[in-house]
């Protein structure tokens, strides 16, 4: 028999699934309204990610940390194998199909969890000093960050590629980096930004000058009028005529903001937006909480800027204020990638949260 330590109750982070449960919750209701049949599948995906919270949480991520970079370089040949034995869907190459069963896993999600816990390795190992990381260090730590930012922009994924490049300087942010290097970089991009443009594919330029042209995308018009439509307190089931009818394209995944709008009106998108702000704002306030932990603060930053990047980048795009590029909404979007990245993440975030009084992970007492 063995006894967990009551500490493990008393340190775990219970706000984080108050927060998350509702955004799935009113997820899978908007997904069963629309098919059933994805509702269902759906509800696998539910099972899985709880699987993976539960395994990561119960892994003791601190003594087996010397992992980390095999892991990292494990994903890195993943996506290095994508351009030699991928699968094309929809003209892009992003998949790996197991071999017999027929199933297909994207490395690019798989990479997520391994790149912050890459950067949480290294910054731990060697951390800042008080002026920030100088020229050597952050040139060795955008290593980490840019290779798999090529990879994936060669799928070509270029929403993926340029959220993991965001998240990873943005972590460095946080962290400290010298502002003269940031002001560097700064006039490098300006100076470099039409070349980087001219490097895109035909399709990733045409949806930027679809954003920028005064008549948005057919996709984009339609998630207006299905926004505009819900009004304040949105519709009955049989009025959202934009989802039901299918005007509204990809509703339950790219699109399912503008269809929770068209349910539940303003109200409803302001309530939906006010539980990610809260999200976000509760996992950066556990860096006060992790003080002096390197690479518990990587974390809880990294996976915060993931999902508000995501959220902003799939909302603004449903209301003509970004490039659509494809970006799930986290926890919301139907699909089972993204989700079981994310609780994932979530089940090592607990993991570092609830036993971080004993690093060496000695809370189990056996008895016999």
Same mark, same amino acid.
């Given at each position: 028999?063995?006894?967990?330590?009551?500490?493990?109750?008393? %340190?775990?982070?219970?706000?984080?699934?108050?927060?998350?449960?509702?955004?799935?919750?009113?997820?899978? $209701?908007?997904?069963?309204?629309?098919?059933t049949n994805l509702a269902n599948k759906q509800i696998v995906y539910y099972c899985v990610g709880a699987f993976c919270f539960a395994f990561f949480f119960i892994t003791p991520i601190r003594k087996v940390e010397w992992l980390i970079p095999f892991f990292y370089w494990t994903t890195i040949l993943l996506l290095l194998s994508v351009d030699f034995f991928g699968v094309s869907k929809l003209g892009a190459r992003r998949w790996l199909e197991i071999p017999f069963i027929h199933f297909t896993i994207q490395p690019s999600e798989l990479f997520k969890p391994a790149f912050i816990l890459m950067l949480a390795y290294l910054i731990k190992h060697n951390p800042p000093d008080e002026k920030g990381y100088g020229w050597k260090d952050f040139t060795k730590l955008s290593f980490y960050i840019l290779l798999p930012f090529v990879l994936i922009l060669k799928e070509p994924d270029l929403g993926t590629a340029m959220l993991l490049i965001l998240v990873g300087y943005g972590i460095l942010f946080v962290v400290g980096v010298n502002k003269k290097i940031w002001i560097t970089?700064?006039?490098?991009?300006?100076?470099?930004?039409?070349?980087? $443009?001219?490097?895109? %594919?035909? $399709?990733?330029?045409?949806?930027?000058?679809?954003?920028?042209?005064?008549?948005?995308?057919?996709?984009?018009?339609?998630?207006?009028?299905? +926004?505009?439509?819900?009004g304040l307190n949105g519709k009955d089931m049989e009025d959202a005529t934009q989802t039901h009818y299918k005007f509204l394209p990809i509703a339950t995944s790219d699109f399912i903001f503008a269809y929770h709008t068209e349910r539940f009106g303003?109200?409803?998108?302001?309530?939906?937006?006010?539980l990610y702000a809260l999200l976000i704002v509760h996992l950066m306030t556990l860096n006060f909480k992790l003080k002096n932990d390197y690479f518990g603060q990587v974390m809880t930053t990294g996976v915060?800027?993931?999902?508000?990047?995501y959220m902003a980048v799939n909302i603004a795009m449903t209301v003509g204020f970004a490039p659509?590029?494809?970006?799930?909404?986290?926890?919301?979007?139907?699909?089972?990638?993204?989700?079981?990245?994310?609780?994932?993440?979530?089940? +090592?975030?607990?993991?570092?949260?609830?036993?971080?009084?004993?690093?060496?992970?000695?809370?189990?007492?056996?008895?016999?």
């Open positions: 028999m063995f006894q967990i330590d009551r500490r493990i109750i008393t %340190h775990f982070d219970f706000l984080l699934p108050i927060l998350v449960i509702p955004i799935v919750w009113v997820s899978f $209701y908007l997904i069963s309204e629309a098919n970089l700064a006039i490098a991009i300006s100076i470099s930004g039409p070349f980087m $443009y001219n490097s895109l %594919h035909d $399709y990733q330029k045409k949806r930027i000058v679809d954003f920028l042209s005064e008549k948005p995308s057919y996709h984009v018009r339609q998630s207006i009028v299905a +926004i505009g439509s819900g303003f109200w409803g998108a302001v309530g939906l937006i006010s915060s800027l993931l999902i508000f990047f659509v590029v494809g970006v799930p909404l986290p926890f919301f979007s139907y699909g089972g990638s993204s989700f079981i990245t994310f609780f994932a993440m979530f089940g +090592i975030l607990e993991n570092l949260i609830a036993f971080r009084f004993d690093p060496t992970y000695k809370f189990i007492k056996y008895s016999i």
